[in-house]
């Protein structure tokens, strides 16, 4: 059936719906081999910046991939628009099951019966977010990290997803130039997310202690374990309120996590220090500041 995805690809769009830091970057994933993908936000000035990004990016990462060919990528006006006969529907709202639960409820009525229903969400199974789909068998979880830089992606069933489509998919993201790992069970956090929400946690206890500094944290987590991006510069990356839904929402599933994480992200959000997209998180983005 893996063919039959990839047949699908070359001849139906595909929609992501979000156009964020995430969002934008499926799109751009999604159009390396020459497939047509519609990015819809509800805030037209989001979808604007998403849609100019996937389109400057799109050619660089295309040299990256044996075979590449530039797809197209467009925004839609409306949400019915976006998914009209889409093969895939990737979701990549923020992490709030209240949008999650309504828009999958919208999406199995509207779109395309055979259309493959996915989630990016970093923390939520997709069951969480499934009360309102009728046909559950062709909806399941796929976590992007943060491609292009980072092509890892993670897929997990709903529960009832139909048995071989996440190794179909898997297939097809591969030839995107994209990681597959698929989860064996259900798990709050997937794989690597668990992981990296643990050392998160910590660095944030440590800063919150006042035992280092964010910058601290990051120069020894850097060379002691070789990567170019500490865990502060990546929260901000990712935007300290997506962080901060994320921590939430383990503190909510496992009661005994420490909360001082948690009461420094919301002071930071307090301050409007989100991180990369306004300028200021745990580092400086301004003109004036010395951040990269």
Not at 76 to 89: K, R, S, Y
Not at 194 to 220: H, S
Not at 225 to 250: K, S, W
């Amino acid at each position: 059936m893996t063919n039959t995805i990839i047949e699908r690809a070359r001849t139906r769009p595909a929609a992501v719906i979000g156009a964020g830091t995430l969002g934008r970057r499926i799109a751009l994933m999604l159009a390396a081999r020459g497939g047509q993908v519609r990015l819809f936000d509800s805030n037209a000035s989001a979808a604007q910046a998403g849609l100019d990004y996937a389109r400057q990016t799109l050619a660089s990462v295309v040299a990256t991939l044996e075979g590449g060919v530039a797809g197209q990528i467009d925004s839609a006006p409306t949400l019915e628009a976006t998914i009209d006969g889409a093969w895939l529907i990737i979701e990549a709202l923020p992490e709030r099951l209240d949008l999650k639960i309504p828009l999958f409820g919208t999406l199995s009525q509207k779109a395309a019966p055979d259309a493959i229903l996915a989630t990016n969400s970093s923390s939520y199974p997709s069951s969480k977010m499934a009360a309102e789909v009728a046909d559950k068998s062709r909806m399941l979880n796929t976590h992007f990290m943060m491609p292009p830089e980072q092509r890892a992606v993670e897929l997990m069933s709903c529960g009832a997803t139909r048995p071989g489509l996440m190794e179909e998919l898997a297939g097809y993201f591969s030839t995107l130039g994209l990681s597959p790992y698929i989860a064996q069970k259900e798990s709050i956090g997937f794989i690597e997310n668990r992981i990296w929400a643990a050392i998160k946690r910590e660095a944030l206890c440590v800063a919150a202690e006042g035992v280092a500094t964010p910058e601290v944290i990051d120069r020894i987590y850097c060379e002691t374990q070789g990567t170019p991006m500490g865990p502060f510069r990546a929260m901000d990356r990712v935007g300290l309120d997506i962080v901060l839904q994320i921590e939430e929402h383990y503190a909510r599933a496992y009661p005994h996590l420490p909360e001082a994480p948690r009461v420094l992200l919301k002071k930071m959000i307090a301050e409007n220090r989100l991180g990369l997209k306004t300028g200021r998180g745990f580092y400086d983005y301004s003109e004036k500041g010395t951040a990269s």
